[in-house]
């Protein structure tokens, strides 16, 4: 059995949350004249690969240390939407199930494509990954409690979409953009579409009955797309510990991950060695190019 890293790269210039605390790192001894070096870390718990706790948004939930090991490991599958969605789209259950089986008790890995505007990547943008990746539709809580999900991860900003988080107060130029899609695109409005009543479902409604998720996922994600695995997520055993940074990773049999590596090998990579897939990219800016046509305040921020 060999592991696939779904994690992304951890640094100071990896993105926390908007507003939360980015990573800082200072010395406090160095090997002259102290005989090592050590450091000392500042962040949020929300930065990087991470995994959301219960008690972030429910006071009697499970702390970081009291989620089981055989919940963050178990079967699982990693679906593709970048074909579907895109800038301020919403996906349903439907868009999954078209493309994988989900089975009852499964971890769900959703790949929209954003990794690739991660701070790794040649095509990074910052505010595209975090305030411009799609999210799931009303429905969509509904069928991972039905589904009776372990816990899910996302390879952008939050498992909500943005414009159903307090983003959409602090972003106004990327609000009137959504606005715009919803409007063309859904025939409905933000605010019809994510009321106060689902207002961040993922995190408020869904933590309560022990649904929880990563957010951030990347690493070699693109070499695993729709199709089944298992899945773990290794968060500190964190007592208190609301969310945690930790590792994501992917079990492969031996032969597989030959082949992976030899597929990997082909691949282009991200500045810190990870594969990725840049059709993924341009399966997105052409969505995206057709969400925000005619939208009259557009730059030219898309790829040919």
């Excluded at 695109?185 to 990563?214: G, R």
């Excluded at 597929?263 to 190019?289: N, Q, Y």
């Amino acid at each position: 059995m060999k592991t696939i890293d779904l994690t992304i790269p951890l640094g100071i210039g990896t993105p926390a949350w908007p507003t939360y605390e980015p990573l800082q790192v200072k010395y406090f001894k160095r090997l002259a004249p102290n005989g090592a070096n050590g450091q000392l870390l500042t962040h949020s718990n929300h930065l990087g690969t991470h995994l959301d706790g219960e008690i972030h948004f429910y006071t009697p939930g499970r702390d970081m240390a009291n989620l089981p090991m055989d919940f963050l490991v178990n079967d699982g599958v990693i679906v593709d939407l970048s074909d579907v969605v895109a800038d301020y789209d919403i996906y349903t259950p439907k868009m999954i199930e078209d493309r994988v089986e989900v089975r009852e008790g499964d971890i769900l890995i959703i790949h929209t494509g954003f990794h690739h505007f991660g701070w790794d990547h040649d095509t990074a943008d910052e505010i595209r990954y975090m305030v411009q990746h799609p999210g799931p539709t009303a429905e969509f809580a509904q069928w991972c409690y039905d589904k009776k999900l372990r816990w899910l991860g996302v390879d952008c900003g939050s498992a909500d979409h943005p414009m159903n988080t307090i983003i959409r107060d602090w972003m106004g130029r990327q609000r009137r953009q959504a606005d715009w899609v919803f409007e063309k695109k859904y025939k409905t409005t933000i605010e019809k579409a994510f009321p106060d009543e689902l207002y961040q479902m993922m995190h408020i409604d869904m933590f309560p009955h022990a649904i929880i998720h990563a957010e951030c996922i990347g690493g070699d994600i693109d070499l695993l797309i729709n199709r089944r695995t298992q899945i773990g997520f290794f968060p500190w055993r964190f007592v208190d510990g609301e969310a945690s940074i930790g590792r994501c990773v992917a079990f492969v049999d031996d032969d597989e991950y030959q082949d992976l590596m030899a597929k990997k090998e082909k691949m282009p990579k991200t500045r810190f060695g990870d594969a990725c897939d840049p059709t993924h990219v341009e399966s997105l800016d052409k969505i995206a190019r057709k969400n925000l046509e005619g939208y009259p305040h557009i730059r030219t921020l898309l790829r040919d």
